[in-house]
């Protein structure tokens, strides 16, 4: 009796080791596929279209461009001929093939917070999908960021290598969350300011960055700038669905609801919602003083407003919940950096579909009938009315979005 | 030689209403779904966003939405010792082109027929007589009862998001409803639109004289709604820009709006647009459908293989593929034999255009569907005894649209053009308005479609050719009702007053209405029916036509979209329940 005991132990630690190896253990596999969608690593390894994980779009970044490999199990162009370790490295410590540095695109400064049995699991899922033949060449950066051991500088500045430490202090599900937001959903890569080398600014965490000509909002629980005016329920509506009564996820947010969060179990969204509500500093915000009403900005920009916004965001700004955003009390409309306005004025944007909010909605482009003085002068109009706060835009700043618009693929 | 694509389980000709429903319910069901549409892909945002929606010019005018006529069209003739000519520009009728088909450019008009609109025929030879209709009228009761479609109605209906007031649940009267219409399972899923000065100054002279108003239902929405395929609509702004016009504000219920983006979120249904089903093909014993052939924008041909073949275009082409494709007898108007063809009907429309006292009606604040209407006069809701008619239609006030480029109104002896034009419109303009009657058009010998004996399309393919005109019974009717309606015009004290009753001859150079209907009617009986009660073709079972008004016996005196839409839901149902089950012939 003892000693079948001890031998069915002995079998289960045995089966344990060899878990990651095993290409029959669905479990693994599962949460290995679970794992993925948290990482939501198609975003950048699966081009819209094409085959998962068989490599990416282009992605701009402030230093040129880079290009999603392959990671396919395929031996030649994928990761086939990876070793566990190595896959961990990668994940854990930003070294690809034979020690080679990768660039911080791959968020591998989020990921070193995932544990080894986690990473592991995403190595299982990932040796069972369809090994694709497809070369990518990654590396599209200008001189002298195309030299990867600059990474080396760059890593010793701005990376800290280290799984995730819980915090005793809060809850499991607070923990929980943690983990996903700051490691698998590494949300900061979108949302936490750069350093001019690119690194996190770690004293702003998650309080709102620009990238690819998006503005990721603050995502704090800051009243005025963040997401401190969303309730939980308002919270977990929009990473379930793509939408709530204050917005709709857009641009590449659409892609991380479509691939990741409206994917994700119950728990780790009430997990994710439990840490966000906790995060960031309760700064006392300086309100901004609006732009006076007599303004001619703000006068023009009114009956812009009048005539090609009011029929679906309502004179009074208050939108219509899940179809057309809410102007009014809206973080998002009076950030500091309203690049994500500007563009959605000038380009138009389409809401995410989701299974149970499969509408879509979309803005209309206005690019070809608003001047640069006229969507500046109805944006500075929607910053500054029903409440609203926030410096002016100018038709500056509409006129250098415009032709960076134009140009971009 | 057409390329042959790999086989789909159904192939769906036409993705307007009845196709966007049907492709819903099939590929939710499982199936692999492809619609074939010949006009473009139609998205609100991108198509019709509300930054040039308002279009009257390029839309209303210009008609940027409507089918080209050398794309497809039809010869017309009123009789058959004419001649049938080519149309070169639609007028009285106009079909639309691309995704959601004529659900975008509709007015919303939402209605149900009466119970004894289902079953016509027997009603009338009932109470008054088996002598009483005149004997070319073919019209016959419908292979289904009011009882059976009703849960259709109501389906189609919270899938719109309905604007409206029951006057009937579950046979329980309602106060400010319409009293004469059928049972209904619920409420409206959104209450009706707010009312403007001309329907509340209608309303009252139609109760001071002894009527029954009620407002209009809608499918302009009063209010958000999200209907049980999670889609979101939007508040109507009473922008006034509906039929001719797709909606900018995500407010008129439409393919886009209601149905599109769900549908496709399925892996296993795909769109073709840009591509013309030139036929339906047949095997060698011509009782099963193997699949269909179209043609794209490079003149390429492709077979689409398939188990199910769903028949969703206009009505008007849903009959001419039938035509084409040999499926079912073609109808002979001589002799009154074959079925294909049978049973064309239209709508009986006619108006009573008034000039107020001292009103301002700001008739701009308007949506396709809103109004108040009474239904007195609707089918058999009075007596016929010595009216030498049958049949009725629905009249009232609807404030629909007094945009600026074809809403002119003047008073009698106005000039045409030129400056006391221009002044006499700027006083007229708020004070005008024109109250409408909706009436039944019933079904005859010589009123059918049939292939031109001359004329081709580009393909070489023949063209449909209509015969029709308004008979006595209709004109008689349209007589009846707009002295009706204007004897309750007359209590709004207007300072002028001129009823427009429908004349003969039909003219096909005047707009008068989309609702074109019959010519693969569905009933009871193969000698004068293409297709069964679940809309399946008597001769090739795998055929459906689901729910077109081509499917109409004959029209009634409503508008004919809530209909539409219930018979396709009712064929989904069939198809899915009972087809895929035991395919082959459900009746």
Same mark, same amino acid.
């Given at each position: @009796? ?62 040129? @461009? ?186 590449? @947010? ?102 149970? @909010? ?52 | ?112 027929? +009466? ?17 009483? +209709? ?66 509340t100054l209608f309303a009252e002279a139609a109760r001071n004289t002894g009527h029954n108003p009620f407002p209009q239902p809608a499918s302009n929405l009063s209010e958000a709604y999200v209907n049980p395929l999670g889609m979101k609509l939007g508040q109507c702004t009473y922008c006034g820009f509906c039929e001719r016009f797709g909606c900018g504000n995500y407010s008129k219920a439409s393919p886009q709006t209601c149905v599109l983006p769900a549908l496709l979120r399925f892996p296993n249904f795909t769109a073709q647009t840009e591509s013309e089903v030139t036929r339906i093909n047949l095997d060698s014993t011509g009782k099963r459908a193997t699949g269909i052939t179209y043609v794209d924008t490079s003149g390429e041909e492709w077979e689409q293989p398939a188990d199910i073949v769903l028949v969703c275009a206009f009505a008007l082409f849903n009959v001419r593929l039938m035509l084409l494709s040999g499926i079912g007898k073609p109808y002979d108007a001589q002799t009154g034999q074959g079925v294909v063809g049978r049973n064309y009907a239209y709508q009986t429309t006619s108006s009573v255009n008034l ?79 024109? +109250? ?12 059918? +479609? ?138």
């Amino acid at each position: @009796m003892r000693s079948s005991l001890a031998a069915a132990i002995l079998l289960v630690a045995w089966s344990g080791a060899v878990a990651a190896q095993d290409t029959q253990n669905f479990d693994r596999i599962e949460q290995g596929r679970y794992l993925a969608v948290l990482s939501d690593c198609a975003a950048c390894h699966t081009k819209p279209g094409g085959p998962p994980f068989a490599g990416g779009l282009a992605l701009q970044t402030p230093f040129g @461009m880079l290009v999603a490999p392959n990671i396919t199990p395929d031996r030649e162009t994928g990761i086939g001929n990876l070793t566990n370790a190595e896959f961990l490295a990668a994940l854990h410590d930003g070294r690809g093939h034979h020690g080679r540095r990768l660039y911080p695109a791959m968020p591998y400064p989020a990921y070193t917070k995932m544990s080894d049995d986690d990473v592991l699991a995403i190595r299982a899922y990932l040796a069972t999908v369809a090994p694709v033949s497809n070369s990518v060449i990654s590396n599209q950066l200008p001189f002298p960021f195309n030299i990867r051991l600059s990474m080396a500088f760059w890593n010793a500045l701005n990376f800290t290598a280290g799984r995730y430490q819980p915090n005793p202090q809060k809850s499991a599900e607070w923990n929980r969350g943690a983990y996903i937001v700051e490691g698998a959903a590494h949300c900061g890569t979108c949302h936490t300011p750069k350093t001019f080398l690119g690194g996190d600014k770690n004293d702003a965490a998650l309080a709102g960055a620009t990238l690819q000509g998006w503005y990721a909002p603050d995502i704090t629980n800051d009243p005025r700038k963040g997401i401190g005016r969303w309730s939980r329920d308002d919270l977990v509506q929009y990473l379930k669905t793509g939408a709530n009564s204050w917005t709709l996820a857009s641009g590449p @947010m659409a892609d991380a609801v479509t691939h990741s969060t409206s994917a994700m179990t119950d728990e780790d969204i009430f997990a994710i919602a439990t840490y966000l509500m906790d995060s960031g500093a309760l700064a006392s915000p300086s309100r901004a003083v609006p732009v006076a009403a007599n303004d001619d900005a703000m006068r023009a920009g009114a009956a812009i407003y009048k005539d090609s916004c009011a029929a679906c965001h309502r004179d009074t700004g208050k939108g219509e919940a899940h179809l057309f955003p809410r102007l009014a009390d809206s973080a998002l409309v009076q950030s500091d950096d309203p690049t994500t306005l500007v563009r959605v004025v000038l380009q138009g944007t389409r809401a995410v579909s989701t299974a149970s @909010m499969p509408t879509a909605p979309a803005m209309p482009a206005f690019d070809w009938r608003l001047g640069d003085a006229q969507a500046a002068a109805v944006l500075t109009y929607i910053r500054n009315s029903w409440g609203n706060a926030a410096a002016p835009v100018s038709p500056g700043n509409v006129a250098s979005q415009r032709t960076s618009l134009a140009k971009a693929p | 030689m057409a390329r042959k694509l790999p086989a789909k389980d159904v192939v769906i000709i036409g993705l307007g209403w009845t196709g966007s429903i049907l492709g819903y319910e099939l590929a939710k069901a499982g199936l692999d779904v492809v619609a074939i549409e010949r006009g473009p892909w139609r998205d609100t945002a991108t198509d019709f966003p509300p930054a040039y929606a308002q279009d009257e010019l390029r839309y209303a005018v210009r008609l940027d939405l409507f089918l080209r006529p050398d794309q497809e069209t039809l010869t017309f003739r009123n009789n058959a010792g004419q001649t049938a000519l080519p149309i070169r520009s639609f007028a009285s009728f106009l079909p639309g082109n691309g995704v959601g088909g004529a659900g975008v450019h509709w007015n919303g008009q939402t209605w149900r027929f +009466l119970p004894t609109d289902f079953r016509v025929r027997s009603h009338l030879e009932e109470r008054y007589g088996k002598d009483a +209709l005149p004997a070319d009228m073919t019209i016959q009761d419908w292979p289904v009862s009011y009882d059976e479609i009703e849960p259709y109605y109501d389906r189609f209906e919270k899938l719109c998001g309905t604007s409206g007031k029951a006057g009937n649940l579950r046979g329980a009267k309602q106060d400010g409803g319409n009293p004469f219409e059928g049972w209904r399972s619920s409420e409206y899923p959104t209450p009706p639109l707010k009312q403007g000065l001309g329907a509340t100054l209608f309303a009252e002279a139609a109760r001071n004289t002894g009527h029954n108003p009620f407002p209009q239902p809608a499918s302009n929405l009063s209010e958000a709604y999200v209907n049980p395929l999670g889609m979101k609509l939007g508040q109507c702004t009473y922008c006034g820009f509906c039929e001719r016009f797709g909606c900018g504000n995500y407010s008129k219920a439409s393919p886009q709006t209601c149905v599109l983006p769900a549908l496709l979120r399925f892996p296993n249904f795909t769109a073709q647009t840009e591509s013309e089903v030139t036929r339906i093909n047949l095997d060698s014993t011509g009782k099963r459908a193997t699949g269909i052939t179209y043609v794209d924008t490079s003149g390429e041909e492709w077979e689409q293989p398939a188990d199910i073949v769903l028949v969703c275009a206009f009505a008007l082409f849903n009959v001419r593929l039938m035509l084409l494709s040999g499926i079912g007898k073609p109808y002979d108007a001589q002799t009154g034999q074959g079925v294909v063809g049978r049973n064309y009907a239209y709508q009986t429309t006619s108006s009573v255009n008034l000039i107020l006292k001292d009103k301002n009606l700001n008739p701009f604040i308007a949506t396709g569907a809103h109004g108040m209407i009474i239904d007195d006069y609707n089918g058999d809701n009075f007596d016929h005894t010595g009216l030498g008619f049958f049949g009725g239609g629905y009249m009232g006030f609807g404030q629909t649209n007094a945009r600026p480029i074809q809403t002119r109104p003047v008073p009698a002896g106005t000039p045409k053009w030129g400056a006391q034009w221009k002044k006499a419109t700027a006083e007229t303009y708020q004070r005008a308005c024109s +109250l409408a009657t909706h009436g039944s058009s019933y079904s005859y010998k010589d009123c059918c +479609l049939d292939l031109d004996p001359t004329y081709k399309d580009r393909l070489g393919r023949p063209l449909m050719r209509m015969t029709f005109d308004f008979h006595d019974n209709e004109l008689k009717m349209s007589a009846f009702l707009t002295e009706r309606l204007a004897d309750i015009a007359k209590a709004m004290d207007p300072a002028e007053l001129t009823p427009a009753p429908r004349k003969g001859p039909y003219n096909m150079s005047i707009y008068q209405t989309t609702h074109n209907t019959g010519g693969t009617v569905m009933g009871a009986d193969p000698a004068t029916s293409v297709l069964n009660r679940y809309c399946q073709s008597w001769d090739v079972h795998n055929v459906f036509v689901p729910g077109g008004a081509s499917v109409f016996p004959q029209n009634h005196g409503y508008n004919p979209t809530d209909t539409v839409g219930a018979l396709a839901y009712w064929t989904a149902d069939a198809i899915r329940d009972r087809y895929l089950r035991n395919p082959g012939p459900l009746v």
